[in-house]
């Protein structure tokens, strides 16, 4: 049984891991879109990530307080390393890596 103040930890790490994950990933998206010339359809991905990733911190704010908030953003960060590396293995493909 989990401590019933740890609910809010666990529901904000797990929902920052989640937004980060769509926002990073998004972001990806976004520079692939820039680099192509795609910056008409690059833009409203541009609102939307930004959009949802200003709501998801207010609700978390406003609903969870500072320690769902703090957990969300431990979780956003997380994702960030994650997709980061993942982009890089995606650009690096059957060449050699390095560890």
């Not at 990933?25 to 833009?43: C, D, E, P, Q, S």
């Not at 994650?82 to 995606?90: A, G, I, L, N, T």
């Amino acid at each position: 049984m989990t401590p019933p103040f740890l609910l809010p930890i666990l529901a904000g790490a797990l929902a920052g891991l989640t937004l980060g994950t769509l926002f990073f990933r998004g972001l990806a998206a976004t520079a692939r879109l820039y680099v192509v010339g795609g910056v008409r359809r690059a833009m409203p991905l541009y609102l939307l990530r930004l959009a949802g990733a200003t709501a998801g911190f207010t609700i978390a704010a406003v609903w969870g307080g500072a320690e769902a908030l703090l957990a969300m953003l431990a979780g956003f960060q997380l994702a960030r390393s994650v997709v980061v590396r993942r982009e890089r293995r995606m650009q690096e493909g059957p060449q050699e890596r390095t560890p």
